[in-house]
């Protein structure tokens, strides 16, 4: 499985970006999904995941409310939505699969794929 992460870039505080990732080499629907992040200096960590077919979704706290995964399982792409973006979500986001369960993951050695990464900055 190849998955390929885009939409980064700088954006405003207050703003909003959407990220993409296009799995390839399986159906995405066999896929739990899941997106992380990295800051500068911090461990990664989990932002959002979501289960391979009904949906279900997890979110970490900070981004709650703020965030919002979906899928597009006949186009084998996972977005996040990202709106109200402050400097805290400044990091390089991670898309992530895994094939090994069917109910949403928050742990990053759940995950079996991992993409390349997209930089988000948002500027204050």
């Known amino acids: 499985v190849q998955l390929q992460a885009s939409g980064g870039g700088l954006v405003q505080a207050g703003g909003s970006l959407r990220l993409s990732c296009t799995a390839s080499?399986?159906?995405?629907?066999?896929?739990?999904m899941g997106w992380f992040r990295q800051a500068p200096g911090k461990e990664r960590e989990f932002v959002a995941g979501?289960?391979?077919?009904?949906?279900?979704?997890s979110y970490a706290d900070s981004v709650k409310g703020r965030f919002a995964i979906s899928r597009d399982n006949p186009l084998n792409t996972v977005y996040l939505q990202m709106n109200s973006l402050n400097s805290e979500d400044t990091a390089v986001y991670y898309c992530?699969?895994?094939?090994?369960?069917?109910?949403?993951?928050?742990?990053?050695?759940?995950?079996?794929?991992w993409g390349q990464g997209t930089q988000v900055t948002v500027s204050s």
């Open positions: 979501i289960d391979r077919r009904a949906g279900i979704t």
């Open positions: 080499g399986r159906t995405l629907s066999t896929l739990g």
């Open positions: 992530a699969a895994t094939g090994r369960f069917s109910t949403v993951r928050v742990q990053g050695y759940e995950y079996d794929y």
